[in-house]
């Protein structure tokens, strides 16, 4: 079986179970509800879907070490700390502050970040007041990995304490 066809074998799966992630001989796929995506081991990603809003357009993306697929969007971090976006809701998040990214969770129509220092930023209509604006979460500090839902998210910090 090809990889594409695995991959939209793998999207049907999710539309019944929700969001996913899995490995697949050390390849990455990450699931939502309208696309999934393939981190490659050479840095690159694929993708297949619906793509109605560009959640797909990722073919120029190079250097990724992670992927996230949220509610009509992509994101991946970058080799360097830093992240790309593309779908619906990306139009005018400023990304750019988003420096030393560890770990990325994508959400229905937001995108949560953790920093190497161990804060946490947010963007989306869901994240910030007005939306699209970045925020950092206050509150969080010494966090080592989030996730996303649709409408929450939830921490763990270093010590491994869940904030919800």
């Given amino acids: ?91 005018g998040w400023d990304l750019s502050d988003w420096t030393d990214i560890i770990q990325l969770a994508a959400g229905d129509g937001y995108l949560v970040g953790v920093k190497a220092d161990g804060s946490v930023v947010a963007v989306g209509e869901k994240a910030a007041d007005p939306p699209g604006d970045q925020t950092y979460v206050s509150g969080l500090t010494n966090i080592a990995f989030v996730a996303a839902g649709h409408d929450h998210t939830v921490a763990v910090k270093r010590e491994g304490l869940l904030m919800c």
Wanted: aromatic share 8%.
């Fill in 1 to 91: 079986m090809n990889f594409k066809k695995l991959l939209s074998l793998l999207l049907a799966l999710v539309l019944v179970f929700g969001f996913a992630a899995c490995s697949l001989d050390q390849q990455t796929v990450e699931l939502a509800a309208d696309v999934a995506l393939a981190l490659l081991e050479d840095g690159t990603v694929v993708a297949c879907g619906n793509n109605l809003y560009g959640e797909g357009n990722v073919s120029g993306w190079r250097y990724i070490v992670a992927i996230c697929a949220g509610t009509e969007f992509s994101a991946g971090l970058k080799m360097d700390g830093t992240v790309v976006a593309t779908g619906r809701y990306t139009e």
